[in-house]
């Protein structure tokens, strides 16, 4: 039953797509919502490695290195997020201009 | 006194108790936050049950609406997860419309009485954004097992620094409730108090430089308070949306890991 709701899906986007929608959204979506996320994965890893830093610290008394490496470990994790965002943003975009191109 | 309380930007913000209740020793009295999530859930709820009672074959404005809507998180769900991400139509159908309407009802302001946003508070975000996360591991774990673990073990970098790039991938894995919840509250509750600071200064000048003040306030601040409202009506339809489709790329993660 579920194979046959599939085929029945699959048939009906296959028509729709057949209609031909010219103008399709990238997954990434409005370039806005992409700069909320870069900035907010930012700050959220440099939290992470303070909070776990000091629970570290915390627990093995080891104040203030655990604070420090995994602060450092943040920032790192932090800047990585969003170059690794900036790098997907930019294949989609050179992706979608290939295939404006060729088509 | 009172024009000191009609600019507070925070008091937007405080919780009010509507009733006390008390289960088993927790306190989950009815608050004014409380009213406006079940506000906001029953609006859904009543609008789709209204919009779709009768369906047409030719969708009329309500039902097209319903549809529009139903097909854009769908949209984004098969963009993001292609086939696999049927089963999760309806949670990510759940948390999207519920923070946008949320967001949305934040915004209106009647006399006499204003809206609250929920979304604005931690507590609310943060719960959604744990939830998330806890489901797509426990997702993760159940679909692919001891497999899972590859999500921290990106491929095609050599061993000499990968130990490294494991625990950034684990302080990433880890920040990821976080930045989903701190995001959507500090930007509701960043964006209402920008909004309450600029119409705050329509009263201060006003009080302070009387008719060369009304003049300033029709010409220079009106025009800016209806900018920053518009870019609210934005943001908060942005933030339900980046919500939604972060839920998305972590439930692909998690049903594909080690990509």
């Known amino acids: ?103 | 006194m009172m024009a000191h309380i009609a600019t507070d930007p925070m008091h937007q913000f405080k919780i009010v108790r509507l009733f006390d209740l008390n289960i088993g020793g927790v306190d989950v009295s009815f608050t004014n936050s409380s009213l406006f999530m079940v506000i906001g859930v029953l609006g859904i709820i009543v609008f789709f049950a209204w919009a779709l009672s009768r369906p047409k074959t030719v969708p009329d404005r309500k039902q097209s609406l319903a549809e529009i809507w139903y097909g854009f998180v769908a949209g984004i769900v098969r963009d993001v997860n292609h086939e696999d991400g049927k089963p999760f139509v309806p949670l990510v159908f759940t948390i999207f419309s519920f923070i946008f309407v949320a967001n949305v009802l934040g915004m209106f302001s009647v006399p006499g009485a204003n809206t609250f946003t929920s979304t604005s508070h931690i507590v609310v975000t943060g719960t959604m954004a744990v939830f998330t996360f806890l489901l797509v591991v426990a997702i993760g774990i159940w679909k692919n097992g001891f497999k899972f673990l590859k999500v921290f073990v990106p491929s095609g970098v050599p061993w000499y620094i990968l130990w490294f790039v494991v625990i950034i991938e684990v302080f990433s894995f880890l920040s990821r409730p976080l930045s989903l919840g701190m995001r959507l509250f500090a930007n509701m509750l960043g964006g209402h108090v920008a909004l309450k600071v600029f119409a705050g200064f329509i009263p201060q000048l006003v009080i302070g430089l009387g008719l060369v003040g009304v003049g300033m306030a029709a010409f220079l601040v009106m025009p800016l308070v209806i900018g920053v409202t518009a870019l609210e009506l934005l943001v908060a339809f942005l933030q339900a949306y980046v919500f939604a489709i972060l839920t998305c790329v972590y439930l692909n993660d998690s049903l594909h890991p080690g990509h």
């Open chain 1, 1 to 103: 039953m579920g194979d046959d709701l599939n085929e029945r899906i699959a048939k009906a986007q296959a028509e729709l797509d057949a209609q031909a929608r010219p103008s399709k959204k990238a997954a990434e979506g409005p370039g806005m919502s992409l700069g909320f996320r870069m900035a907010a994965d930012f700050v959220a890893a440099v939290i992470v490695g303070a909070v776990l830093g000091f629970g570290i610290d915390t627990l093995v008394h080891t104040s203030p290195w655990g604070l420090v490496v995994c602060l450092i470990l943040g920032f790192i994790t932090g800047v990585w997020n969003i170059v690794r965002a900036a790098n997907a943003a930019s294949a989609a975009a050179q992706k979608d201009k290939g295939k404006d191109t060729g088509a």
